[in-house]
């Protein structure tokens, strides 16, 4: 099966930019999309497809992926950021097909 | 506005059954692809299971395979998880989500709140 790694935790301090790796074989190659989840909360898409933001995510949030390695950037970070952010791919040649990453713990200090 | 609203959770002993449902409001359901996630307590996200929008389509994790059967109710807006033979390893907040798939690969768009299923004796 297909498997995203992901850095447990990350801390920023607010005004600054974070990052956010998710790590799989040549995930360069699939779209790769990112979950915010708040503390006790659902989960909520901040980028698709890589790089799209849906509607009413701040620009702040941006995505890449190249090679192994897709990134999530949060701009500017604040409080209210504070949170567990995954990656997810769907893989037709995977099973199962969706797979998720293991989560970041993003803590604003 | 879009609306996903699990029910169903609650306390099952080891090896019982529970259904749960997700009422759909806002949207087409009829038309969307659906799909259960899990989350452990203190967990990350893993994906359960999927059902096309017609539900012809069905697919499952390796861990509940033969064990939980998802199915639609598209004149009911509703998705259903059908889940046996649980286990400890099984509890978990359940949520529903939709799926979109609109450039060859699926994410979730939507989601629920979720809805808690405690497996214990």
């Known amino acids: 099966s297909y498997v995203l790694a992901q850095p447990p935790s990350v801390s920023v301090s607010p005004g600054k930019t974070a990052r956010i790796t998710c790590e799989g074989d040549?995930?360069?190659?699939?779209?790769v999309h990112w979950y915010q989840q708040r503390p006790g909360q659902a989960p909520v898409v901040v980028v698709y497809?890589?790089?799209d933001r849906p509607s009413g995510i701040p620009e702040r949030f941006s995505g890449s992926n190249s090679g192994n390695t897709a990134t999530l950037t949060i701009g500017r970070v604040e409080a209210g950021d504070e949170a567990d952010y995954y990656c997810?791919?769907?893989?037709?040649?995977?099973?199962?097909?969706?797979?998720f990453g293991g989560g970041t713990k993003l803590t604003v200090l | 506005e879009i609306q996903l609203v699990e029910s169903g959770g609650g306390l099952v002993q080891p090896g019982g059954s529970l259904r749960l449902s997700c009422a759909a409001s806002?949207?087409?359901?009829?038309?969307?692809?659906m799909t259960w996630v899990r989350q452990a307590p203190g967990k990350g996200l893993e994906w359960v299971s999927y059902?096309?929008?017609?539900?012809?389509?069905?697919y499952y994790a390796d861990s509940v395979q033969g064990r939980f059967t998802i199915s639609r109710d598209n004149a009911k807006n509703s998705l259903y998880l059908q889940m046996n033979s649980l286990r400890a390893e099984d509890t978990a907040v359940y949520y529903c989500?939709?799926?979109?798939?609109?450039?060859?690969?699926?994410?979730?768009?939507?989601w629920g709140q979720g809805t808690l299923v405690t497996v214990s004796s």
């Open positions: 989500a939709r799926d979109w798939n609109g450039s060859g690969t699926y994410y979730m768009d939507y």
């Open positions: 806002g949207f087409s359901f009829s038309t969307f692809e």
């Open positions: 059902i096309s929008s017609g539900g012809s389509v069905v």
């Open positions: 040549s995930i360069g190659i699939k779209r």
């Open positions: 497809d890589d790089t």
């Open positions: 997810q791919v769907w893989d037709s040649y995977s099973d199962p097909y969706w797979v």
